[in-house]
């Protein structure tokens, strides 16, 4: 039970997500089967990747139930999977966070308003605590 921080975090995160209606995606890998045909792999190559990535899109789309249970993973010391999941929920990594700040920056938005921006976006602000709970989780050490 030593990631009870990341799952409050997360679990507060999720919940923010929900309240907002806010969903995950599974970014750069939905291009894969592009990829896939075009390197010229069959079609039997396609369909199961095709597959898997309707799972993982589907999960994505529960956005913070996702996070809940990707963060109560975290309490069974399943990190990576918790992680994972967790990742698909939110639908945001670092470098999505950093390209949307690179867009205030281009847009000329003072970093002094970027908290009130996440204090105003509970969806945006969840995502956020989604994605510190995801990396404050660590392996039990036994």
């Known amino acids: 039970m030593e990631n009870k921080a990341p ?15 806010a969903v995950g995606g599974i970014g750069l890998w939905a291009y894969l089967p592009v ?4 390197l010229g792999f069959p079609a039997e190559v396609a369909y199961p990747v ?22 109560a993973l975290f ?10 999941i967790v990742g698909l929920g939110a639908g ?16 000329g938005i003072s970093p002094i308003v970027w908290p009130i921006i996440l204090l105003n976006s509970p ?14 989780a660590r392996p039990a050490t036994d």
Not at 94 to 101: K, M, P, R
Request: charged share 5%; no cysteine.
């Open 75 to 84: 309490l069974v010391n399943r990190i990576g999977t918790g992680r994972f």
């Open 92 to 107: 945001v990594g670092i470098f999505t966070l950093i390209f949307l700040f690179v867009g205030y920056i281009l847009a």
């Open 35 to 38: 990829i896939i045909a075009l």
């Open 50 to 71: 095709n597959l898997l990535l309707s799972v993982l899109n589907w999960v994505a789309a529960f956005g913070g139930f996702a996070v809940i249970f990707g963060s």
């Open 7 to 21: 799952f409050v975090i997360g679990l507060i995160g999720g919940l923010l997500m929900i309240s907002a209606g």
């Open 123 to 136: 969806g945006l602000l969840g995502a956020v605590l989604a994605l510190v709970a995801r990396y404050m």
